[in-house]
């Protein structure tokens, strides 16, 4: 059975899915540095370049938006623009938008300004396909474009129905605000990542969907209500609670920044991370059994292969990797080996492609990267070592902050409260993050001085209670 479990902090929003109590997939959001794709915007063409067929669209941003047209475009600067945002600012580099607008829904996505229904590939019945295709066809009767999802698979034509009706209500109620004042303005916020992955993934196999807020508690009844009003009742509110400890995540978090992966069988993998691509080592380590040494190595690598598919998943891991399986002779093991991985990542949404096994044992994949790896959030380089280890990253540190007054307000009755950290952090804090600091203060009724103590790990705060 699974667990959806929503920690909502200051800083940050982390949505952990178990299956039998294992972490399988950790969705991280960082309130600091709020995402902006799939929001849609009333936007100003501020610069047309007909040498590049672009232009340039202010949407409220810091930066100019960019975005590419068509041959045919007809659009000049100074006109108003219904956009989408496609890509994330990096760098110098504004946001890319796009003017074919897309809304998902549970089971659809639905672009009006399109005319094609199309099925996700990982629906492969050819019986489903038509079957989709068919009803999609028939709820749909202003020829506008659908996507059939994945999660359509064995849906009701009611279901869709309901499904295209409240997305096309949606799409009304943006073209609506668009048509209201002038300027920059923003139409459409995109779910964020919990109230997303419950939309698109509750079902009768869950078994919880645990949250410590109450404004997310009352966002998620809504969207499970909307669903199955059975559903609402998976719901469960453990206001400002510890929720991650409290439901044995964090530990499984902490093994899952480790670069070695214990299998069960006594062997292990090695994760070791680079600019270009992540290279997976699988060893025998400690696991020897009363089999033949082929059969010994075979046994390993199937398990590897199983656990590398999850620590993918697990880890967010994008890019090219490269495993380094125990080498095999045996032509037979070598496409077992292969059949697993390419069967597990089946599991995955997202794009993956296997390209086959070497004879040393060496297995390419790629897996489309659409998320920063959770190591990004949880860890830094280490400045006094020039980068080669790897310390808690501020955003750690502002979260176990965050959690260490969670646990006073709930077992203690102090509300006076010093907090000792390393000389690094503290500066941090005090230049950026003291907005974050006075937030965890309203929230929990408290009062917190920082110091700075030389002596601390940067790993470690050290509480001191006043009163």
């Not at 292990?268 to 060893?283: G, P, R």
């Amino acid at each position: 059975m699974k667990k959806i479990i929503v920690e909502c902090l200051i800083s940050s929003q982390k949505t952990a899915i178990l299956e039998d109590d294992k972490l399988i997939e950790l969705l991280i959001e960082d309130n600091k540095n709020s995402k902006k794709v799939s929001n849609i915007y009333r936007g100003i063409v501020k610069k047309v370049i007909p040498g590049i067929q672009a232009c340039f669209v202010d949407v409220g941003f810091e930066k100019l938006a960019y975005l590419q047209l068509d041959k045919d475009s007809n659009i000049k600067a100074g006109q108003d623009i219904l956009v989408q945002v496609n890509k994330e600012a990096v760098g110098t580099k504004g946001a890319k938008l796009n003017t074919e607008i897309s809304l998902a829904g549970r089971y659809l996505v639905y672009i009006p300004t399109n005319d094609r229904i199309t099925l996700s590939n990982k629906i492969l019945d050819e019986k489903e396909r038509f079957r989709l295709k068919k009803i999609a066809k028939s709820v749909s009767k202003d020829s506008e474009g659908l996507i059939i999802r994945t999660e359509a698979v064995g849906c009701t034509k009611e279901e869709l129905e309901q499904d295209i009706k409240a997305l096309k209500e949606k799409y009304e109620e943006i073209l609506k605000e668009y048509r209201l004042g002038i300027g920059p303005k923003l139409l459409y916020k995109e779910l964020d990542f919990s109230s997303k992955y419950i939309k698109e993934n509750v079902n009768d196999e869950t078994e919880k969907i645990i949250t410590n807020d109450i404004a997310k508690y009352e966002e998620l009844k809504k969207i499970l209500e909307s669903i199955k009003i059975e559903y609402k009742d998976k719901l469960i509110l453990e206001e400002n609670k510890d929720i991650f400890d409290l439901y044995r995540v964090e530990n499984q978090i902490d093994k899952a920044l480790n670069k070695k992966v214990w299998l069960k069988s006594g062997g292990y993998l090695i994760i070791d991370k680079t600019e270009a691509l992540t290279v997976i080592d699988v060893n025998t380590g400690k696991f020897t059994g009363n089999l033949k040494l082929e059969e010994t190595v075979y046994k390993t690598n199937i398990e590897a292969a199983i656990e590398v598919c999850r620590q993918l998943k697990l880890r967010d891991i994008g890019g090219i990797v490269i495993i380094d399986f125990i080498d095999m002779h045996k032509a037979t093991y070598k496409k077992e080996v292969i059949n697993i991985l390419n069967e597990e990542l089946k599991k995955d949404k997202r794009k993956t492609e296997v390209l086959g096994m070497t004879r040393l044992g060496l297995v390419e994949l790629t897996r489309r990267r659409e998320r920063d790896s959770i190591d990004k959030y949880y860890l830094s380089d280490c400045e006094t070592c020039e980068g080669n280890s790897k310390v808690k990253s501020i955003n750690s540190v502002l979260d176990d902050i965050e959690k260490e007054i969670i646990r006073i307000s709930t077992h203690t009755s102090y509300n006076d409260i010093i907090i000792e950290l390393d000389e690094d952090n503290f500066k941090l804090i005090k230049m950026k993050f003291m907005d974050i600091i006075e937030k965890i203060c309203e929230k929990y009724e408290v009062k917190i001085l920082l110091n700075a103590n030389n002596k601390i790990n940067c790993k470690k705060i050290n509480i001191i209670y006043n009163s």
